[in-house]
């Protein structure tokens, strides 16, 4: 069947459960600073993409797929023509609380220790090509209670991806997907100690010595692996952990600039709503009407 270049249910963010279709002719790569409070499953169906995830640059085939943890901070670039077609989920942690206590336990913690980047024998890889195809099929024609089987699809799909993880040990495939010519092990060991050390101060020469490289490439191999500039790629670091500060402590705005960071509270301010799209309290205080 021919689908349309683009089918959709739901409200990113705004639902338990969102499903999208997609189908790019050209190149893209994503231009938004990207993380979200809710879980993604990525599924490649044609063409090849590079997926910079936390700290590493994977290379990603059709048929593989790919689970963002929440908060984790990812991109997606063109690799090649670009051209390429994929299917994403969202679901959130009131699908999983649907579920059991005792199987919600664990799915959550087999996500948690889940690889980003699945690539199945090609055995295996029909029951998720069932699965992709029944969700574009039910996008596309949207029969009565078709909400119903994308949820239970898209739980289906997350409980793989648990089941892959619980069963330890990576596939010789997935071993490989990790980019590692010398510039993307160069660029994965910079945003490690990124992410460690985000809350000192960070001057481009400084860590470039730390590294053995000259600024000028430091900057461009970072650019070129990640798709963040390296200042970007910290302010986004420190955002995401003051996120994490406001919803999970009392501690003041003030000192949580601090902590993760900025010496200016102004410019965090001004960091924080330019990423957020709102000022800090008011996530603290949407973030509190969430938990109650």
């Known amino acids: 069947m021919t689908y349309p270049h683009h089918m959709e249910y739901g409200v990113p963010a705004g639902e338990s459960v969102y499903v999208e279709y997609m189908r790019r002719d050209g190149p893209y790569s994503m231009d938004s600073n990207h993380w979200h409070p809710f879980y993604e499953i990525y599924y490649l169906i044609e063409g090849r993409?590079?997926?910079?995830?936390?700290?590493?640059?994977?290379?990603?085939e059709a048929g593989d797929l790919v689970l963002i943890r929440r908060h984790e901070l990812h991109k997606t670039m063109q690799t090649g023509e670009g051209a390429h077609t994929r299917v994403i989920a969202h679901f959130d942690e009131q699908l999983l609380q649907s579920?059991?206590?005792p199987e919600y336990e664990w799915m959550t913690d087999a996500l948690a220790h889940c690889?980003?980047?699945?690539?199945?024998?090609l055995a295996a890889r029909g029951y998720v090509e069932g699965h992709i195809g029944r969700l574009m099929e039910e996008l596309h024609s949207q029969p009565a209670g078709f909400m119903l089987v994308l949820r239970q699809t898209v739980l289906d799909l997350a409980l793989l991806?648990?089941?892959?993880?619980?069963?330890?040990?990576?596939?010789?495939?997935?071993a490989s997907m990790s980019l590692t010519s010398p510039i993307?092990?160069?660029?994965?060991?910079?945003?490690?100690y990124l992410n460690d050390s985000f809350e000192?101060?960070?001057?481009?020469?400084?860590?470039?010595?730390?590294?053995?490289?000259s600024p000028y490439y430091l900057s461009r191999v970072f650019k070129e692996v990640t798709g963040f500039t390296i200042i970007d790629y910290v302010n986004l670091i420190r955002i995401k952990e003051a996120q994490r500060l406001l919803r999970e402590t009392s501690l003041s705005v003030t000192d949580?600039?601090?902590?993760v960071g900025f010496g200016n509270?102004?410019?965090f301010g001004k960091m924080f709503k330019s990423i957020t799209r709102m000022s800090a309290r008011q996530y603290r205080s949407e973030s509190s009407q969430k938990v109650r």
């Open 184 to 192: 993307h092990r160069k660029a994965s060991e910079v945003a490690r």
């Open 200 to 213: 000192q101060p960070v001057h481009l020469h400084e860590l470039a010595a730390r590294f053995y490289v």
């Open 256 to 259: 949580i600039a601090g902590q």
């Open 161 to 174: 991806c648990a089941r892959h993880a619980q069963s330890g040990g990576r596939t010789e495939a997935e």
């Open 49 to 60: 993409r590079t997926y910079f995830i936390r700290d590493t640059a994977y290379s990603v």
């Open 115 to 121: 690889q980003p980047v699945i690539r199945l024998p």
């Open 99 to 101: 579920l059991p206590k």
């Open 265 to 267: 509270f102004s410019h």
